[in-house]
């Protein structure tokens, strides 16, 4: 069942000329910091995306992680790496690498619109944050664990990886 | 007018696109991990659209495949920024066509 009420159908407008605005300035603007801005402009949009699906415990997840820790990782290896070219708008394979992207997008919008899926008319989640903890402790209790380990072995090998000596 | 699951799946799939294109033709190490992020975040929106508008017994499932996503993703930044440190320490560049010292 689609979602009727105007409020959320013009924040979806809004929301998704954000996301895929920022999304292109990342790849047309030189300078390396503004297509970092430009990233985080457009993670803030998928954020506000989540809030018209209902997942609002996800869109807050998304601000935190995207938004926050990730962009600040990208903002320090942005800025430790002082020698490096800032310009972002070196390219290889440009054409190719358009065509390409054009034609993977077409196909997946072409078979999202030719399908037809089987839809509910169960309305918007109610909430979100206390069915999510239930399914991360019940049925997706493995892999949660499993997540929890691969965090740290993430960050030990990071901090490996740049340790001076 | 109304928003339907094909909007968010276009909308998916556009971003998903800019993601692969810049992964293609960016140099920038760092440019290329952008583009990776922007990947996952078409997949997630794609999750939770579907979460939101597919018929299932459990729909909350597909936003606990995002939350383990973003679990993933914030790993491979990590791991792959402090590479990216790496690599500038040793050749002072981040430019992947000139980390090429594998090449014969």
């Given at each position: 069942m689609a979602v009727d009420d105007p409020g959320v159908v013009a924040a979806f407008w809004v929301l998704s000329a954000t996301t895929i605005g920022g999304a292109l300035m990342v790849a047309a603007v030189r300078n390396l910091i503004h297509a970092f801005l430009f990233l985080v402009l457009s993670f803030i949009g998928v954020a506000g995306l989540y809030l018209t699906l209902s997942a609002d415990f996800i869109a807050v997840v998304q601000v935190l992680i995207y938004a926050g820790a990730i962009a600040v990782l990208m903002l320090f290896a942005i800025m430790l790496?002082?020698?490096?070219?800032?310009?972002?708008?070196?390219?290889?394979?440009l054409a190719p690498a358009a065509v390409l992207a054009g034609l993977v997008a077409t196909t997946i919008a072409l078979i999202a619109v030719d399908t037809s899926w089987p839809l509910s008319?169960?309305?918007?989640?109610?909430?979100?944050a206390a069915a999510l903890g239930e399914a991360l402790l019940d049925p997706f209790v493995l892999p949660f664990e499993v997540a929890s380990v691969l965090l740290v072995v993430a960050m030990i090998g990071a901090i490996m990886l740049v340790r001076e000596d | 007018m109304s928003v339907g699951l094909e909007h968010y799946l276009v909308v998916g799939a556009i971003l998903f696109s800019i993601g692969l294109f810049l992964v293609l033709a960016k140099r920038n190490a760092v440019g290329i991990l952008m583009g990776v992020e922007l990947m996952l975040n078409a997949a997630n929106l794609t999750l939770v659209a579907f979460s939101r508008f597919i018929e299932s017994p459990r729909p909350i499932d597909g936003q606990a495949f995002t939350v383990f996503v973003v679990t993933v993703a914030a790993a491979e930044a990590s791991v792959a920024l402090a590479l990216i440190v790496a690599i500038y320490r040793v050749r002072?560049?981040?430019?992947v066509d000139r980390i090429n010292i594998l090449r014969w």
């Open positions: 790496t002082p020698l490096a070219a800032r310009d972002n708008s070196e390219t290889i394979f008319d169960r309305g918007p989640f109610a909430t979100t | 002072q560049t981040i430019d």
